[in-house]
């Protein structure tokens, strides 16, 4: 029992380890597929993450940290009997009681097998909207790779079996997964099925200060990673190529990086489409501009759509070039410390201000015009880039504008 307490604590460390670094990945496939965040289905992708990790602490860890040594010291048998564990629970349980039996280990294992794939069934039943019959057949290729993978040694790495690989692991997995394919729909009822959300995919939805701060901190993201890859490959290219290491503090690497993903997160997408950035457009939310006699919403022309992508890059930008080229002079490290503080003001003031308005707009909108409409929104041309239709009054009120 120790050791089935253990594992599982790892598993649900290791898992919440899994889920925060694909929780974007699974937001962004949430907004792609479904076209809305539901906060149901992302509880079952956090399932997913833990249930996918606990599969492979139960299964295979702890891995072996010599296998020489360890294979030299353990003679691991396997099971190609089907059924065998039928004589195994008549011979390990004889004088036993009911109780005593269904508390041995040689029954409690048969049934650990068949509850360690019903989440398995669970999830490829409701999560993933696959059918009975695949979700089986899913779970015998699944318990199948596992128990290859025991009897190889992790197909090689090992050179012996690091578990017992056993036939009846096959049929008793497989069990599971069809019993929690069968009980998907009672014990997940609450959760919305992947097909009811994308039947509405398209539908324009109201902009709200948790979609607005969503695309926020998906350009957030994708800037530190592009920023953090690009930095790496150069740094790897100096050290190649000269045999040197950075020094402390900023260097042209992280400048040059910097700056490359200033301008594929803000000033491409600025000079490309309707002017909305990746994270905007993966929650379907794109800057507007009035028409001139106030009549239809526009792209607005490129100075301006620069100049809103640079509201907040451009401070980021310019405190990074000061401090990479600051002395140790007063003033070089005065003017340093005064544009990192105005960058991080205006990070907080785009952030904080999307709850000043009824269109949630942020700083960028506030000082270029700017306002932010669902891009399937017929009244900004829908998700087809179509002619948009003419602003009413009613829309005009939805958007803050004067009638």
């Given at each position: ?169 096959l049929i008793m997995n497989t ?156 003033t070089t490290s005065t003017w ?68």
């Amino acid at each position: 029992m120790n050791y089935w307490r253990q594992n599982l604590e790892t598993s649900l460390i290791l898992g919440a380890v899994v889920f925060m670094a694909m929780f974007v990945p699974g937001l962004i496939w949430q907004y792609w597929r479904h076209g809305q965040f539901s906060f149901r289905r992302m509880i079952g992708w956090a399932g997913v993450c833990v249930y996918t990790t606990a599969l492979f602490v139960y299964t295979l860890m702890p891995l072996p940290s010599n296998g020489i040594a360890w294979c030299a010291e353990h003679n691991v048998r396997s099971n190609f009997t089907p059924f065998g564990f039928i004589s195994d629970i008549q011979r390990e349980t004889v004088g036993m009681s009911t109780a005593q039996m269904l508390r041995s280990n040689v029954v409690l294992q048969v049934v650990f097998n068949v509850v360690l794939f019903l989440p398995f069934g669970v999830i490829m039943r409701r999560y993933f909207g696959r059918g009975i019959a695949f979700t089986t057949l899913a779970g015998l290729a699944t318990s199948t790779l596992i128990e290859s993978s025991q009897y190889t040694g992790l197909f090689g790495i090992y050179p012996c079996a690091i578990r017992v690989a056993d036939v009846d692991d096959l049929i008793m997995n497989t069990t599971g997964a069809l019993v929690g394919a069968l009980i998907a729909p009672i014990l997940l009822w609450w959760m919305p099925s992947g097909k009811q959300l994308s039947a509405k995919r398209l539908a324009p939805r109201r902009v709200t200060s948790a979609r607005r701060w969503t695309g926020m901190l998906l350009d957030a993201a994708l800037f530190m990673g592009i920023q953090m890859g690009i930095t790496v490959v150069l740094f790897m290219g100096r050290w190649f190529f000269t045999g040197t290491a950075p020094t402390e503090g900023a260097s042209w690497e992280t400048n040059v990086a910097a700056g490359i993903a200033v301008v594929m997160v803000f000033i491409i997408p600025a000079l490309t489409g309707r002017g909305a950035s990746a994270g905007q457009k993966i929650v379907w939310l794109t800057p507007k501009w009035v028409s001139h006699d106030g009549t239809y919403l526009t792209d607005g022309n490129l100075a301006l759509r620069i100049a809103r992508s640079l509201v907040v890059a451009g401070p980021y930008i310019a405190s990074e070039l000061v401090t990479s080229t600051a002395t140790s002079t007063s003033t070089t490290s005065t003017w340093s410390g005064v544009l990192g503080l105005v960058s991080v003001l205006t990070v907080l003031l785009a952030i904080l201000m999307v709850l000043g308005s009824r269109t949630h707009r942020s700083l960028s909108g506030w000082l270029t015009g700017a306002v932010f409409v669902d891009s399937r929104d017929p009244y900004a041309g829908g998700p087809d880039n179509q002619p948009p239709l003419a602003l009413t009054e009613a829309k005009k009120v939805e958007l803050g504008l004067p009638i």
